[in-house]
Structure formats: structure tokens, C-alpha cells
């Protein structure tokens, strides 16, 4: 779901490193935004409400709102639309709050 041939822009390096989405491998670009990799391997739910357990994804992408916060690398509340990709890097969906995790 990338866009890798463009009439304009250059044509976008391929994935080259792998992130860890709830223990799934999952293609990335080195320093590109973690929601970025996620919306291009059709992750579209990255966290759940607190309240009513509502889905909620990508919306503002500038790391304005708390729609994107997931848990990478066991912290909560990581806004994931301004969090570069990086190898080996393991992103979990959130539910509520978030907790603290060992990884």
C-alpha cells in the first residue's frame, strides 16, 4: 500500500528494515514514521478508547492529537505519526491508558 512510482516526487526507496506490530514482523523504511509503516502493511486501529473501547487510528499526523499513541518498546503513549521507524523496534496497540511493559 506504498506509493512507489509517482509522477512527480522520486520514486520511494523500498522497506528496509522490519518493525515488530503485536509480535508480527512488519516492513519499514529506516527513520520514516512508525504510523507511516503501519498504514502502508494496512494497520489501520492503534489504539483503543479508554472509556468505550472505541478504535482509533492515524488522524492529524503531526503529532498534535493522541489519536496514533501505541506502546513502542514498552512505553505508552508514543505519539507513532512522529516516531521514526527504526530495526527491530516492537510497537503494540494500546488499550486505554496504556501500561508500562518490559518490551
Known sequence: MRVTHHPILPDAPEPDCTIYY???PLPAKNGEPVAAALLA??????RETAKKHRPRGIYCGIGRCTDC???VDGEPNVRTCVTPARAGMRVQTQKGLGEW???
Open 41 to 46: 502493511s494496512g494497520v489501520r486501529v492503534f
Open 22 to 24: 503485536n509480535g508480527k
Open 69 to 71: 499513541v501505541m506502546i
Open 101 to 103: 511493559t518490559d518490551g
